[in-house]
């Protein structure tokens, strides 16, 4: 079942990571299940839990929110003839792991949403329902909850692994750029070669005066030629030169970016431990029963509701990363040409045009995200 979100507040579509997740994922194993058994005193916790996953959620926001902004940090964007080679070989790798991130963002948020979708079904099925069996259930919850969030957590880490293999990759490219280096090195060395070759057979030419002047025309020829190929060695080495700087530039964000999310995904494996533990200890206090299960049912309704309308952020990530996609075919296609200033403003416009996010424009402007308000309804359908 999909979720249409209309007037949903834009603050409510920032991208989230696993770790956070996994701990509204215990949440939503939790709670509805002890709730399905019947047990009214349940809900007194699934109020406290419900407080706690938005908090998590608000979290989640944050983090993602500051690794955005240190992956999305400004780097050259100077077009480069001599570089076609290195971005044939990188730019559908960009394609396919941009692809891979769409992919698995709608992956989990939707497992997410369905998680949240089903306990508020529980909850409706709940109400006028009491029963005394929720203690002995919710040990076998946790049990259960136990084994899915050390699936979770192995998730994780196979992810961050990859990362770390992306990094190795990119950290070859940077040997790539040295290499290419030393080659205009020695297109130039060989131009300087050959200028001063031709300087000599102009002067054997002069000598030879009246017989020398075709073999002067000949050695004028072959010094124009050095001085351009000369001049394409410098611009080459320049060229490298901003690519290596862009790469160094990229490397630096990705690094930064595998810190933060190595730091998160510890802290993700505490807070599991933490709650695992907590419903450990209330697993053997728990026996009281709740005197309204109406109106606290209600309240954790719209909780709930809020927080499904927080995961409801696919959609606009998708419509950037389609939109960067398509830029890339497009710039692999052109990368064999070389731009100059209105050209490339002309295709920073036409990208412009392609974007259907307020978030895209302002980052195309290079402003920071805004945070418009707006209602949380929600339509199913």
Do not use: C
Not at 14 to 38: D, Q, T
């Amino acid at each position: 079942m999909r979720l249409l979100l209309s007037s949903a507040p834009d603050s409510l579509f920032r991208p989230g990571w696993f770790p956070e997740a996994a701990s509204l994922v215990a949440l939503g194993a939790l709670v509805p299940l002890v709730a399905g058994r019947g047990a009214l005193w349940a809900w007194i916790w699934a109020a406290a839990f419900a407080g706690a996953a938005f908090w998590l959620l608000a979290r989640l926001f944050r983090r993602i929110q500051a690794s955005a902004s240190a992956v999305n940090a400004p780097i050259p964007a100077e077009p480069s003839r001599e570089g076609a080679s290195l971005a044939d070989a990188v730019v559908p790798l960009w394609r396919r792991h941009a692809s891979s991130v769409q992919e698995q963002t709608e992956e989990a948020i939707t497992n997410l949403t369905h998680r949240f979708a089903n306990m508020q079904k529980d909850l409706l099925e709940a109400v006028g329902h009491s029963s005394h069996e929720g203690q002995i259930h919710l040990q076998g919850v946790i049990a259960a909850t136990r084994s899915d969030l050390s699936t979770l957590v192995a998730a994780l880490r196979e992810a961050q692994a990859q990362r770390a293999d992306l990094l190795a990759k990119m950290g070859e490219l940077s040997g790539f750029t040295e290499q290419l280096r030393q080659m205009s090195e020695e297109v130039t060395a060989i131009a300087n070669q050959t200028n001063l070759l031709a300087l000599n057979a102009a002067i054997e030419a002069a000598h030879a005066q009246e017989h020398g002047k075709g073999f002067a025309v000949v050695a004028d020829e072959v010094r124009k030629l050095s001085d351009r190929s000369g001049t394409a060695g410098l611009q080459i080495t320049e060229k490298i030169q901003w690519m290596d700087e862009s790469l160094g530039h990229i490397l630096q964000a990705v690094h930064d970016f595998d810190a933060r999310d190595t730091e998160l995904t510890a802290r993700a494996e505490g807070t599991i431990r933490e709650v695992v533990a907590s419903f450990d200890a209330a697993s053997g206090r728990m026996a009281a029963s709740m005197s309204s299960l109406e109106a606290v049912n209600g309240q954790v309704q719209h909780d709930i509701s809020e927080a499904i309308v927080s995961l409801q952020f696919q959609d606009r990530v998708g419509q950037i990363m389609m939109s960067l996609i398509r830029d890339m075919d497009k710039f692999e296609k052109a990368n064999g040409q070389v731009l100059n200033g209105p050209q490339i403003a002309d295709w920073l416009a036409e990208l412009e045009r392609t974007y259907t996010t307020s978030e895209q424009q302002r980052s195309h402007q290079g402003h920071a995200p805004a945070t418009p308000q707006a209602g949380s309804e929600i339509t199913f359908f």
